[in-house]
């Protein structure tokens, strides 16, 4: 999701697509695992090219990750903290 006129941009990735570090959520499947290893490398290294054009771009980027969609309420705090200019 994006808003060009307000200058921001945000992603939210599911854990395990996105290989979210050090979370419970991204487990590493134990069948055919040199597939889904290199299937979230890929996911990952799209996304850092994704935010790094959206930044060059002059957007904010933010990634909201899912397990922090379980806090709704820290959520909403940290898209405020965000998303609104300065």
């Keep these: 999701m994006a808003n060009r006129a307000q200058g921001w941009a945000v992603f939210v990735h599911g854990c395990f697509w996105h290989g979210h570090p050090s979370c419970r959520l991204a487990t590493s499947p134990k069948t ?11 996911n990952r290294k799209r996304d850092a090219r994704k935010v790094a054009a959206l930044r060059a771009a002059g957007l904010r980027v933010l990634t909201v990750w899912q397990c922090e969609t379980r806090d709704e309420g820290r959520l909403c705090a940290r898209l405020r903290r965000t998303l609104t200019p300065a």
Excluded at 32 to 42: G, L, P, S
Aim: no cysteine; hydrophobic share 55%; charged share 25%.
């Design 32 to 42: 055919n695992r040199a597939f889904w290893t290199e299937k979230i490398a890929a």
